[in-house]
């Protein structure tokens, strides 16, 4: 591959050691991109953490506070001065706890450090919904109906916004996320008492009371769109991924490409995203997420950040979007263009999590007993081994199983085989709903909508 050409924006973002601020399977997977680009990843970890079997590879692993997220993975000063003692040139935020922080990032450009995502005001315009929807509607992203403006106060008026978008609708906060901050209006008769208790919610949980609205679709599926740009103006779409098997807005088992969609109806979204990013001025991977019905796309909200479900766009594509990602925070410019790229085959990842497989709740304890499955387009992402003890504290997601094949069916059956060889003894875990799921027709299908999981473990649970 050419050498890419030196930008003198590129002055100044060069690093050789990343921070990762971060634990679990996305640390290992991270630290993995570094030692592939010849960089040193050092990391830091909570007391919980101090004997994960990763701190061993990294350079250095430093205990930065308790237990306690809020006092460990979230304590930017802990983070930075972490960051200082270790000689590190850059910080990785993975995903989840400080990654789509945009005091955060300012914070760590400000300490001359290099903030592996975008820049600050891009997550802070993308973190603002009604910023985000103006951003997106100015680059033609199609966007779910309803004004890209703050709600008024006047009752009248928000009624007539919600006529005009017709009922049912749905209110959202402005700085809401994580599925909080959210109301599902079916009636004219129950849409000023929505406004008053999400309004109140927001004004506590996110700091503004700031409200929109929009048309509720009632069967979506969710079709994201991963992307990768640099600080140069380039930008490429990466294919789709479909992530509508969700549990309580939590995403299970995703899958790239999302099935049934014709390349002529996702040619333009994923065009008008890359426009996007280059308006706002994007740097680094992002993912676009719609609603997908009847045929259309809305775009509901960008992640500025790696995604948990990169994996199988990675296995479709052939790329490392890890070490993409870390190539353009240090200033190159991208090394394809969109005809490059070419996704291939298809690809399922399942969220395999310590956690009761009927009840869903968490389960913490030691592993007694590990065996991982193999074989060709087998992968799996985790930093778990025998006698590794699962913390309380965090997410209960312990690995990713991710598998590769021609076609969908196949990609299926390899998922069915490599879930009856994953055995893990000690704590419960997901893994026989996941066996469960795979085997169910509708799934198979493909083209079920983000109900679909709630509803079919519904009826599970009755006919149990
Ligand atoms: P958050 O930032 O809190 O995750 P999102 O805007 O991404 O919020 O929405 C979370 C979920 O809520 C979506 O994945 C979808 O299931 C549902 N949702 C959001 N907007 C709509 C809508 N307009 N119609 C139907 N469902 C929606």
Not at 1 to 13: S, V
Not at 177 to 194: H, I, K, S, T, Y
Not at 347 to 371: K, Y
């Amino acid at each position: 591959m050419p050498e890419t050409p030196e930008h003198p924006a590129a002055a100044g973002r060069r690093f050789e050691t990343v921070l990762i601020a971060n634990r679990g399977e996305i640390a290992v997977r991270i630290e993995r991109a570094c030692r592939d680009l010849g960089l040193t990843a050092v990391a830091i970890c909570s007391e919980a953490d101090k004997e994960a079997p990763y701190g061993k590879t990294m350079a250095s692993f430093l205990c930065v506070g308790p237990s306690n997220a809020a006092k460990s993975y979230l304590n930017q000063d802990a983070i930075l001065l972490a960051a200082r003692l270790t000689g590190a040139g850059a910080v990785h935020p993975g995903y989840g706890f400080l990654s789509e922080n945009a005091a955060f990032a300012d914070a760590v450009e400000k300490a001359g450090l290099v903030f592996i995502g975008p820049t600050a005001s891009s997550i802070a315009t993308m973190g603002d919904k009604i910023a985000a929807k103006r951003a997106m509607m100015a680059a033609g992203v199609p966007c779910v109906p309803g004004p890209d403006t703050a709600l008024p106060d006047d009752p009248a008026s928000i009624e007539r916004v919600a006529l005009e978008i017709g009922y049912p609708v749905i209110i959202k906060a402005s700085g809401g996320g994580g599925g909080r901050g959210m109301r599902v209006v079916p009636e004219a008769g129950q849409l000023q008492e929505a406004i008053a208790l999400t309004r109140e919610e927001a004004r506590k949980a996110f700091g503004s009371p700031s409200l929109y609205m929009e048309k509720f679709l009632e069967h979506p599926r969710h079709i994201e769109i991963q992307v990768l740009c640099d600080d140069h103006g380039n930008a490429v779409w990466l294919g789709h991924r479909d992530c509508s098997m969700q549990r309580r807005h939590q995403k299970v088992v995703e899958e790239a490409p999302a099935p049934g969609i014709a390349p002529d109806i996702i040619q333009p979204v994923g065009m008008a995203c890359v426009e996007a990013c280059r308006q706002i001025g994007y740097r680094g991977v992002g993912t676009f997420e719609f609603l997908y019905e009847n045929g259309a796309f809305y775009f509901i909200e960008m992640n500025t950040r790696l995604q948990v479900e990169h994996p199988v766009t990675e296995m479709t594509s052939g790329l490392d979007i890890v070490q993409a990602q870390i190539k353009a925070a240090q200033g190159h410019a991208l090394d394809l263009a969109q005809g490059d790229v070419a996704c291939e085959g298809h690809s399922f990842e399942c969220r395999i999590n310590a956690e009761d497989p009927d009840t869903f709740l968490p389960s913490a304890g030691v592993i007694t007993h590990l065996a991982l499955p193999q074989g060709p387009g087998i992968r799996v992402d985790t930093h778990i081994r025998a006698g590794y003890k699962v913390s309380p504290y965090y997410d209960s997601l312990i690995a990713k199983l991710i598998v590769h094949a021609p076609t969908r069916a196949k990609a299926m059956a390899r998922m069915c085989e490599a879930l009856a060889g994953t055995e893990i003894e000690g704590i419960a875990t997901n893994i026989p709903f996941l066996r469960a799921l795979f085997e169910d027709h509708a799934f198979a299908r493909g083209e079920t909508d983000i109900h679909y999981l709630e509803q079919w473990l519904k009826l599970r649970r009755t006919a149990a």
